[in-house]
């Protein structure tokens, strides 16, 4: 489908005409070539053989001379007059007087623009003067010949020319023709059928990239698609406790009257549900930014150790009431976005708080994993995480089976954040869980890439 007001065009037959017209003038080129060379082979061919003729004819006036004088010179070119046909000869002595000349019939009658030479003769020895020999030679013949050859030649490459582009427009529709397979191709693809890729028998090595091209940006397409549907449906089935426990309240106030105690506790209850969708709502909107390709601001972090432990001190009540300790080991320093880090390292310590067994420490480890990355992970003990799901607990709204008892407090969503957060710094998020050890964190660079800033807060 041609977008409307875009001027378009055929490549089949501009390629067509392009080719068609240079194949064209290379023959015209070629053809002048060669109707020149012939022309100067002709032209030189004309004079050696007037030259001859005139070598011989002198021969015979100059023997004439010697034998009986001018009377004998000119019957004896009269004689050997028919052995030099299509030529025409006239003498003038050095008065200017004709002393002989062909007869004005054929075969000395010549056509126009014949080929001409001229010669002196000294004949003073035998006290004659001198006398200029003025020969002709009739070229009609081949120069009808070369005119006819420069038509052939005129003629053959304009055929030529037809001919190669006729031929080329049946190659190239024929060559072109998996292009149209591709176009057909992805006619087929459709909201429904996402699954389907480009793919030839044979692909040309110029088609090659665009295919890989475009099935991967079909493969990032359809991922996008997989994830924006799970993530609704995820998003509905997050919203509707909340919401129906929303309702069930409103519901319950309004079946009879109530007291302004009665009312305000209700209040209360739906002001911590709607605290939460808000909570769940601010959350996705910062995981849509990331997704959008978000950096962190980079700014200098003299200690890691130190920051780390401002956060455990926020959560030191909650650790407390749960009879957990926290601990934190290790220090560095980086280039990264604090209230980021702060926020990562909060979701870290409350999802170990959350599994930690009771009067367990929860320990923040901090360490270089090379020179130029730093890993920070929070342990606990615990029941562990399954194989199956320790690679999906970055995923969003994941919750593992043993966390579903407080799925009216989390939404899950702290540890997509984390590892957003981790990417957002040029990093990634890290995971391990054995023998009722689980590892949580991240690693990043020390010094962060550039890249568009994007707020934490």
């Not at 007059?81 to 010549?110: K, S, W, Y």
């Amino acid at each position: 489908m041609n977008t409307p007001g875009m001027p378009t065009y055929s490549i089949r037959k501009r390629l067509a005409l392009r080719i068609s017209v240079q194949a064209t003038v290379v023959m015209v080129l070629m053809a002048l070539l060669v109707y020149l060379f012939v022309q100067l082979v002709m032209d030189r061919r004309h004079a050696v053989e007037l030259d001859k003729k005139a070598d011989v004819t002198l021969g015979v006036f100059r023997d004439g001379l010697r034998q009986g004088g001018l009377a004998k010179a000119q019957a004896d070119l009269r004689e050997s007059a028919l052995r030099r046909p299509q030529t025409n000869l006239v003498i003038h002595d050095e008065r200017g007087t004709v002393v002989f000349r062909d007869p004005d019939e054929a075969p000395f009658v010549m056509a126009p623009k014949p080929r001409s030479t001229r010669i002196e003769v000294d004949a003073s020895d035998q006290g004659l003067g001198r006398f200029q020999f003025d020969m002709q030679a009739d070229t009609a013949k081949d120069r009808a010949l070369l005119r006819a050859l420069g038509l052939v030649l005129l003629v053959v490459p304009v055929l030529g020319g037809l001919l190669v582009g006729l031929s080329t427009t049946w190659r190239i529709r024929q060559d072109l023709q998996p292009l149209a397979e591709l176009a057909a191709q992805t006619q087929g693809i459709t909201a429904k059928r996402l699954d389907q890729r480009l793919q030839l028998p044979e692909v040309a090595v110029e088609l090659l990239p665009w295919i890989t091209q475009f099935n991967g940006l079909m493969d990032r397409l359809q991922a996008a698609i997989n994830q924006l549907e799970a993530f609704n449906a995820d998003v509905a089935h997050e919203l509707r406790t909340p919401l129906a426990s929303l309702m069930g309240h409103t519901e319950v106030a309004l079946s009879r009257e109530r007291s302004a105690g009665e009312l305000r506790e209700v209040m209360a209850t739906s002001l911590e549900e709607l605290q939460q969708i808000a909570a769940m709502v601010q959350d996705m909107l910062f995981l849509s930014r990331t997704d959008r390709g978000a950096r962190a601001r980079a700014a200098d972090v003299p200690s890691l150790h130190a920051l780390t432990a401002k956060v455990v001190e926020f959560h030191q009540y909650s650790l407390e009431e749960a009879r957990l300790q926290a601990q934190v080991q290790g220090d560095a320093r980086i280039s990264a976005d604090e209230p980021l880090l702060q926020r990562a390292i909060s979701n870290l310590i409350e999802n170990a708080a959350q599994h930690a067994e009771q009067g367990s420490a929860i320990e923040v480890l901090i360490g270089q994993e090379t020179p130029e990355r730093v890993t920070l992970l929070v342990q606990n003990r615990g029941a562990g995480i399954g194989p199956a799901d320790l690679p999906r607990i970055f995923d969003r709204f994941f919750r593992a089976d043993s966390s579903r008892s407080d799925s009216g407090q989390r939404h899950g969503l702290g540890l997509a954040i984390v590892a957003a957060i981790a990417r957002m710094h040029g990093g990634e998020p890290l995971a391990q869980s054995q023998g009722g050890v689980t590892r949580v964190g991240f690693s990043i660079p020390m010094v962060q890439p550039h890249g568009p800033p994007q707020s934490g807060a």
